[in-house]
């Protein structure tokens, strides 16, 4: 056997030492390793859930609240907010500073006060005025009351549209037109000038339906003036006219036709009264020469045309036109004294489509 081993008071004290000096140092790296471990947690905890944010995030980005205005692609706004239209591959982002972003909007529109007024729906207003409207006034720190850098808007000049005298689009100074025009007149009445001329407005057993078909062209020579009710301007006229007879001796007629109409043109509105007359030359197939009582006495006639109604404007380019047209037909006394001169006097419904002729010409007058 070998020596046994002593162990005093003394050996038993530097080993106690030892164990307590190496416990110390073990509990202390624990320590420092720990303390270590901590920012690295938090670093990856906040990297973490910043990619996750990102990938909850729509693909349409929500309206910023506040005085935030964002930028054209989506991504960041005037008050240093990321939009969520932000994604994971452009990180960083959302750790912007706000106030290193922010923008002072009625700086940006400063340069426009000298510029002139526009136009805005009804209403004239400014280059700054429009500033102000789209930047409100930022707030203050306190969110309560406007920061003491911030500018009132600018007030807004308005003015009234004018009114639109809408009948001068339809009838103006040079305006040329066809029209086509077609009726039925089976009233007889007697010779409506007869006052002038001694006559007592007396009439014959011989009754006269005429149908008319009448070609024209209207020439606008002046435009729209006037007072009141007599408002309006003049056409002239030139037409032909083919006059078919289905009650009477004789069976047609034709004549060349020069005249006149005045339109009473209102202010507003597609309807517009008008007055006409014409007087012209034309050939009958006359039956008095062949005996037959109270029919024309010669081929050779005039013709007089009186006409009133009222006129519907579907467009600048057409329109429709309806009213009472009264004919009248004679030879002046010129088959007198063989032949007696007793004239055709007819009244009735008239109906008719005028067409503008050549590029059409919008007139925007304001009203008088």
């Known amino acids: 056997m070998g020596n046994p081993i002593r162990l ?25 390793l720990t303390l270590l471990a901590i920012p690295a947690s ?49 990180p960083g982002l959302a750790e912007v500073p706000a106030q290193a972003l922010r923008l002072d909007p009625p700086a940006a529109f400063a340069d426009l ?13 400014s280059p700054r005025s429009l500033g102000s409207i789209a930047s409100p006034p930022q707030q203050g720190t306190d969110g309560d009351k406007p920061a003491e850098s911030s500018k009132p808007p600018a007030a807004v000049l308005v003015q ?18 066809f029209s086509l025009e077609g009726g039925w007149l089976p009233i007889n ?31 606008q020579v002046g435009d729209v003036k006037g007072p009141l009710i007599l408002r309006g301007n003049w ?29 009473f043109v209102p202010r507003h509105g597609r309807f517009a009264p008008y007055f006409d007359g014409r007087v012209g030359v034309g050939e ?11 029919a024309q006495g010669q081929n050779l006639t005039f013709t007089m045309n009186m006409g009133s109604g009222v006129r519907y404007n579907i467009s600048p380019r057409y329109a429709l036109w309806t009213g009472l047209n009264w004919m009248h037909i004679s030879n002046l006394y010129l088959s ?16 008719g489509i005028d067409v503008r002729l050549g590029r059409l010409q919008f007139h925007h007058h304001a009203a008088e």
């Open 189 to 219: 009445i007697p010779f409506v000038f007869d006052v002038f001329l001694g006559d007592g407005y007396n009439m014959t057993d011989l009754k006269y339906t005429l149908a008319p078909i009448i070609a024209s062209v209207r020439w």
């Open 42 to 90: 938090l670093q990856a905890q906040s990297t973490e859930r910043r990619v996750s944010a990102h990938q909850a995030c729509g693909e349409r980005a929500e309206p910023l609240e506040g005085n935030g205005v964002s930028s054209s692609n989506g991504r960041i706004g005037f008050d240093g907010r990321v939009p969520s239209t932000a994604t994971a591959d452009a």
């Open 235 to 263: 056409d002239l006229e030139a037409s032909g006219a083919a006059v078919v007879i289905p009650r009477g001796p004789e069976t047609r007629y034709f004549a060349f036709i020069l005249g006149f109409r005045r339109n």
């Open 160 to 177: 009234n549209s004018p009114t639109i005298d809408s009948g001068r689009n339809f009838f103006y100074k040079n305006k040329l037109e």
């Open 8 to 32: 005093d008071s003394r050996d038993y004290r530097n080993s106690g030492n030892r164990f307590s000096w190496i416990t110390f140092q073990s509990t202390l790296g624990i320590a420092v």
């Open 284 to 294: 009958i197939n006359a039956k008095e020469p062949l005996g037959v009582l109270y």
């Open 113 to 125: 006060s000298a510029a002139p007024t526009h136009r805005v729906g009804g209403f004239f207003a």
């Open 336 to 351: 007198q004294p063989q032949f007696a001169n007793y004239g055709i006097n007819v009244y009735g419904p008239m109906l």
